[in-house]
Nanobody, 122 residues
């Protein structure tokens, strides 16, 4: 049983900043890639940023230069620092992690957070 709990969402003005956090807990043997997806109403979910176990990162073109993803492996936590926010960043942000949770398997499975709302006003 693995749970991803997100925090840090809320309201921000255009040009402002927010920092999202996602902590994984439960039966965790190993965590590989962690990332942040987002979904705006009426739109497909898209990957905003991801980070590998050793810190390699990947960003959507729309957030490059503004968002920074990081992780603390000791805390099983991933962060998303969002700067220079734009109204088009308004979305529900979902934490995602590839996790081995069973001692009987080395297979990674995707786990998802509940989502946290980010709203950016102009």
């Amino acid at each position: 049983q693995v749970q991803l709990v997100e925090s840090g969402g809320g309201l921000a003005q255009a040009g402002g900043s927010l920092r999202l956090s996602c902590a994984a807990s439960g039966s965790i043997l190993s965590i590989a890639t962690m990332g942040w997806f987002r979904r705006a109403p009426g739109k497909q979910r898209e990957l905003a940023a991801s980070i590998g176990r050793s810190g390699s990162t990947n960003y959507a073109d729309s957030v490059k230069g503004r968002f920074t993803i990081s992780r603390d492996n000791a805390k099983n936590t991933v962060y998303l620092q969002m700067n220079s926010l734009k109204p088009e960043d308004t979305a529900v942000y979902y934490c995602n992690a590839a996790i081995v949770a069973s001692p009987m398997s080395s297979r990674y499975e995707n786990y998802w957070g509940q989502g946290t709302q980010v709203t950016v006003s102009s």
